[in-house]
């Protein structure tokens, strides 16, 4: 299952590349398929049918990703074509320029504004250039509820500062406030610029973003929110990957349980509207994260060397043996390789897997010289040093 090519001649080393359903990135493990949903709402019978379809043709693992996205790896040259068209059959599934909203939208009687029908109007606006414009150039339209998209990058961001009044921010630079009739002006404009400066623009091309820190923390999505017409109880995926058995699973007990809809939430959250504390302790006993106090919220983790050929460490099972351990308010990241791909960013303590054992890097990301080398028998102590 597993193709080995050189890095750099990777899809994903080149800029502004992005997976979808119907061109999937080639990657150290097959081919990589990210499904976008519409409305990121599916039913239980859905969400089995495609972990049928994800265990069939690519390697038996899906994933949540960080923005709420499905994903499926270990995609074969022929298999992905099957995988895409069985998908189709199975949910309807969006291209176009991404417009995110948080996944309560509409729902959510704590945000100031809906966000959806703002977001279905640039997705209208948008599609006279939508094919002008890179696949990872991202609009965020934010009602300001329960679950916010403040710790997810966008090219625009608009986030609800009363009922017709909005923020709006380019490439998470200072926010300008605006009312909801001149919104899509701005929105328009800025999408024309970066279609004109080609598919490899982002926003952060459009001049210097005079950057402010976010106000809002990014957004757990495990727990209870309540609903306007209920409530939904939210779990996560640990390291945002399980087993297609699990899901199947998982779905199997949702259907059991009466559920009738599951929405994909950012930070590799599940939420299942109208679920009962039955739903989550089963989610438990599956492996799942249910409570925001698990120390694996706090780890991120590629698949590593179980599924790319870059890796040479087993990182997420590395990680589920670490996760006891860690500290509390540390955050760990355990990666494959060099490469860093589950979160290219820093963290408190990153292990890179490395022929010769694990490089040690503090505060800093999985490309940076490692202070230090470790063997396996040593990675609980150095956690426990910290
Ligand atoms: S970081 Fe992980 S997923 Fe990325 S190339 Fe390295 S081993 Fe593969």
């Known amino acids: 299952m597993s193709v080995a090519l050189p890095i750099t001649a990777l899809p994903f080393a080149r800029r502004g590349a992005c997976p979808s359903l119907d061109e999937p990135m080639l990657t150290g493990d097959g081919f990589l398929a990210r499904v976008r949903i519409v409305g990121g709402c599916l039913s239980?019978?859905?969400?089995?049918?495609?972990?049928?379809?994800?265990?069939?043709?690519?390697?038996?693992?899906?994933?949540?990703?960080?923005?709420g996205n499905l994903q499926v790896r270990g995609l074969t040259e022929s298999s992905r074509r099957l995988f895409a068209v069985a998908v189709r059959g199975i949910i309807?599934?969006?291209?176009g320029l991404v417009v995110e909203t948080p996944p309560l939208a509409g729902d959510d009687p704590s945000e100031i504004s809906d966000p959806r029908?703002?977001?279905?109007?640039?997705?209208?606006?948008?599609?006279?250039?939508?094919?002008?414009?890179?696949?990872?150039?991202?609009?965020?339209?934010?009602?300001?509820?329960?679950?916010?998209?403040?710790?997810?990058?966008?090219?625009?961001?608009?986030?609800?500062m009363a009922s017709d009044r909005w923020a709006l921010s380019v490439a998470d630079g200072g926010a300008v406030e605006l009312h909801a009739s001149e919104v899509l002006n701005r929105v328009s404009a800025v999408l024309q610029q970066l279609a004109d400066l080609g598919s490899a623009a982002r926003a952060t091309d459009l001049g210097?973003?005079?950057?402010?820190?976010?106000?809002?923390?990014?957004?757990?999505?495990?727990?209870?929110?309540?609903?306007?017409?209920?409530?939904a109880?939210?779990?996560a995926l640990p390291f945002g990957s399980a087993?297609?058995?699990?899901?199947?699973?998982?779905?199997?007990?949702?259907a059991q349980l009466?559920?009738?809809?599951?929405?994909?939430?950012?930070?590799?959250?599940?939420?299942?509207?109208?679920?009962?504390?039955?739903?989550?302790?089963?989610a438990a006993q599956l492996g799942f994260v249910t409570t925001g106090s698990d120390?694996?919220?706090?780890?991120?983790?590629?698949?590593?060397?179980?599924?790319?050929?870059?890796?040479?460490?087993?990182?997420?099972?590395?990680?589920?043996?670490?996760?006891?351990?860690?500290?509390?308010?540390?955050?760990?990241h355990v990666s494959g390789c060099a490469k860093g791909c589950a979160h290219p960013r820093p963290a408190d303590i990153t292990l890179v897997g490395r022929a010769d054992g694990y490089g040690l890097v503090i505060g800093g990301k999985a490309g940076d010289t490692p202070g230090a080398l470790l063997q396996a028998d040593q990675l609980e102590s150095s956690l426990a040093a910290r």
């Open 92 to 95: 309807e599934v969006e291209s």
């Open 295 to 332: 120390p694996r919220t706090r780890i991120s983790a590629c698949i590593g060397s179980d599924g790319c050929a870059s890796g040479h460490v087993p990182a997420r099972a590395i990680a589920a043996q670490l996760a006891p351990h860690l500290p509390a308010n540390t955050h760990l």
């Open 117 to 160: 029908p703002l977001a279905a109007a640039i997705r209208d606006i948008s599609q006279p250039f939508a094919r002008y414009l890179g696949p990872k150039v991202t609009v965020v339209v934010d009602g300001a509820g329960q679950i916010g998209l403040a710790g997810l990058k966008a090219d625009v961001r608009i986030v609800a």
């Open 258 to 282: 009466a559920i009738a809809e599951l929405r994909l939430a950012p930070h590799h959250g599940l939420l299942a509207v109208g679920a009962s504390p039955a739903f989550v302790e089963q």
């Open 208 to 231: 210097p973003a005079q950057r402010q820190p976010r106000v809002r923390a990014a957004s757990s999505p495990i727990g209870t929110f309540t609903l306007s017409g209920g409530s």
């Open 44 to 67: 239980p019978a859905q969400l089995e049918a495609i972990a049928q379809q994800a265990q069939r043709h690519g390697n038996g693992l899906l994933e949540i990703t960080a923005r």
């Open 243 to 254: 087993t297609a058995v699990a899901i199947m699973s998982l779905a199997q007990t949702a």
């Open 233 to 235: 109880r939210g779990i």
